[in-house]
């Protein structure tokens, strides 16, 4: 920002000494004069009666970073298994790498993962580092922080996108730290910025209240976690070519004060809620989890995955892996349907970008009746017995 006088303008009157808290105006030749003490704080631009004080924002191209180029996207994996979440970050990083005129890498880190690495370029990838090794099977933050941390300061990317995973939270701010670079978690949106190139990234504050965007102009490489199901999904061109480079290890590299004993999977009886194309949501409408059930057979009877909101869980009437919302998961199913949630700022930041959303609620001035595709206003506890009852009959036939 800076502040700008306008000679034409000024009269010499003076009121913007007296409303600058700082000192930081005098007058020369009846002509206003900006001191190094100012603090860009506006405060005379209100004051002035001839408007000709104007505080602008400045545009200064970045200068010092040349060597940074390029999109990264951590490849996170799981049992050698490309997460979903990679692909949406692979769309999202091609897009930026595009706008910047560079190149989109991607980094996989595991044991027998180099037959995915060609998955990668298919979804956009120019060039994929392939880090193999026994000692990397399971997630390790020490070790694989360690490797991420060496391959970006010896290529020196400009971005460096991670799902906000639960290895993504552990892995990002770690190697942020290493590098001694910035870090936005849980962005919702990204973009580069026109006039400087910065990297614009978009995420909720104040409780879901805000948007706000974050620029990291003095520190490289500008770093993101986003969360899943917020893009769109790279669609695979198995045409693609793309380099897949194979890193080798240095000594100590795998090296971790901690080991896994065993890996432990969450067990739903419906489908994984991050996937699911149609997925069923319980709040404290439910009245207690004894009637969840309700939920649950619906759910069954649409193949669907179950939800339910923040309140739900902090109740204990469902564990945390149901929970849509800013604290729980961001969803972006096909059909929504929200049962007994009145629809606070926090779960619609959750689950708002759904194709379509079906509300039940028995108040008709639920909040989420207004973002509702469409809204039943009623008793749950009949619509959803009823509503499963005749979708039961019809998967009969």
Known sequence: MALEIIAEACVGCGKCLVACPYDALELVEKLAVVKDSCTLCGACVESCPFDAIVLRKAHKKIEGFEEYSGVWVFAEQKKGIIQSVVYELLGAGR?????????????????????????????????????????????????????????????????????????????????????????????????????????????????????????????????????????????????????????????????????????????????????????????????????????????KALNAAVGASRAAVDAGWLPYLHQVGQTGKTVQPKVYIACGISGAIQHLVGMQASDVIIAINKDPEAPILKIATYGLVGDLFQILPALTARLKRNNSH
């Open 95 to 299: 897009r930026l790498a595009n706008l910047r005129d560079a190149g989109l890498g991607a980094v996989l880190v595991g044991k027998g993962i180099e037959g995915r690495a060609r998955e990668l370029i298919e979804r956009g990838a120019d060039k994929v580092y392939v880090v193999e090794s026994e000692d990397l099977q399971d997630f390790k933050d020490e070790a694989y922080s360690r490797i991420l941390t060496r391959l970006i300061r010896d290529e020196k990317p400009e971005i460096v996108l991670c799902g906000a995973t639960t290895i993504g939270r552990a892995l990002i701010p770690r190697v942020a730290v290493e590098l001694g670079t910035g870090l936005t978690a849980d962005c919702t949106g990204l973009d580069i910025e026109e006039e400087t190139g910065l990297l614009l990234q978009t995420r909720p504050a104040f409780g879901g209240n805000i948007m706000a965007t974050i620029k990291c102009p003095d520190y490289r490489p500008q770093m993101a976690t986003v969360r899943h199901k917020v893009m769109k999904e790279a669609v695979a061109d198995e045409g693609r070519t793309g380099e897949i480079v194979r890193v080798e290890l240095k000594e100590g590299e795998t090296e971790s004060r901690t080991r896994v004993e065993d890996v432990v999977d969450e067990l739903e009886e419906t489908m994984s809620l991050t996937e699911a194309d149609i997925i069923v949501s319980g709040g404290r409408g439910l009245r207690g989890p004894e009637n969840f059930h309700i939920i649950f057979d619906l759910a």
